[in-house]
């Protein structure tokens, strides 16, 4: 078996302790006889599973107990629509600020259900997120959307903006366990869990309680978070199986020393990529330097036609899924929590050694 240094930007890597106790409990969890695949989600195994995942989440995040945690269906995108749906109670403007292509995303869902106010924009690089200071939110919007790591240009945001009594609501699908966070800053975080958190499938929202119960009338069930709380994400089948495997990642956060540790570890490697980015003339980051993110990392070629090789040459010697997204090219190297260490270091070593013969 050869393992490769994977850098897509997810479904991404998973740890591989957790992966060999997945391979190890697959066909018998812990004497039940049967796969976590194949339990009911009512069943006493299964509900211990979700119960420890729930607890070992809000050890790691320090979730306040005014807080609920939903594991949810239809991903980040799913809550692109259920955060209007849920949120507005009655209003009909919300502020969004744009940094990228996923707050974009998250506003045109958005303008389904009421007007959206762009009440800050990294515009016109998008490789920045805009000072507070610049910011006009509405003061009859209902809730300021923020998405704290844009995923595709890695930006992402180093501070929480302090909006006063309207909830701050944030898409942390690209960054959420990376480092510490407080919590009781957000109204609400949603995440999918194909970066940090596990496999796809499952999706994460921490909702803090005096938010529930105003969904809009025809707000199908599925989607209101008061009826999953009440139900404890099981008024349907949730997905079992990612959750369990999310279970074994926060375990295995916890015992790496939580999310302090994590942080330190993270900070390492992202400054490393950035110091051989910044140190080359070969290699370049458009990014301003303060919002750089730590999860994504973007890099252009200054000969572009040298990208189709770099990518050749990176994947026979184990370091794939290096190509930027589509929209903007060049490369991206995603080095989120299960990026071991080791794997930025070749990586590093690889850009080097290619400059070398190609610069
Ligand atoms: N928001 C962000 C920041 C993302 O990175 C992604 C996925 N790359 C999404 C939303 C969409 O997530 P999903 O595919 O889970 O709907």
């Given at each position: 078996m050869s393992r490769?240094?994977?850098?897509?930007?997810?479904?991404?890597?998973?740890?591989?302790s957790v992966m060999r106790r997945a391979a190890e409990e697959m066909l018998d969890w812990q004497g039940t006889g049967m796969s976590v695949?194949?339990?009911?989600h009512r069943g006493k195994a299964y509900v211990s599973i979700a119960e420890r995942a729930e607890a070992d989440l809000r050890e790691l995040l320090n979730i306040p107990d005014n807080y609920r945690v939903l594991f949810l269906q239809g991903g980040a995108t799913g809550q692109f629509s259920a955060v209007p749906m849920n949120l507005l109670r009655g209003a009909n403007r919300a502020d969004y600020v744009y940094t990228g292509s996923w707050s974009k995303k998250a506003i045109s869902e958005a303008k389904k259900f009421c007007q959206v106010n762009v009440a800050a924009s990294g515009e016109p690089d998008l490789m920045h997120v805009p000072e507070f200071?610049?910011?006009q939110l509405a003061d009859d919007a209902a809730y300021v959307h923020i998405t704290p790591n844009e995923t595709i240009s890695g930006v992402e945001f180093t501070w929480t903006p302090e909006v006063g009594d309207k909830p701050l609501v944030?898409?942390?699908?690209?960054?959420?366990?990376?480092?510490?966070?407080?919590v009781s800053k957000f109204g609400l975080i949603y995440a999918g869990a194909q970066k940090n958190i596990g496999p796809a499938g499952?999706?994460?929202?921490?909702?803090?309680?005096?938010?529930?119960?105003?969904?809009?009338?025809?707000?199908?069930?599925?989607?209101?978070?008061?009826?999953?709380?009440?139900?404890?994400?099981?008024?349907?089948?949730?997905?079992?199986?990612?959750?369990?495997i999310a279970g074994l990642v926060f375990q295995w956060l916890k015992e790496l020393g939580g999310l302090e540790k994590m942080a330190e570890i993270n900070q390492r490697k992202a400054q490393k990529l950035y110091s051989a980015i910044d140190n080359s003339s070969f290699y370049s980051?458009?990014?301003a330097p303060e919002n750089r993110s730590w999860m994504n990392v973007p890099f252009v070629l200054a000969d572009s036609s040298l990208d189709a090789k770099f990518l050749e040459e990176a994947q026979?010697?184990?370091?794939?899924?290096?190509?930027?997204?589509?929209?903007?090219?060049?490369?991206?190297?995603?080095?989120?929590?299960?990026?071991?260490e080791a794997g930025v270091d070749r990586l590093i070593e690889f850009m080097a050694d290619f400059e070398k013969r190609n610069g």
């Open positions: 490769v240094y994977n850098f897509s930007a997810g479904p991404a890597m998973l740890p591989e695949m194949e339990m009911s200071s610049e910011w944030a898409d942390m699908s690209s960054n959420l366990l990376s480092r510490p966070l407080d499952v999706t994460l929202v921490i909702v803090r309680d005096d938010l529930l119960g105003g969904a809009m009338a025809q707000t199908p069930t599925v989607w209101d978070y008061k009826q999953q709380a009440d139900a404890d994400s099981m008024l349907n089948t949730p997905a079992t199986y990612p959750l369990y980051n458009p990014v026979a010697v184990g370091l794939t899924t290096l190509k930027g997204h589509r929209s903007v090219g060049g490369m991206r190297a995603s080095i989120y929590n299960a990026m071991p």
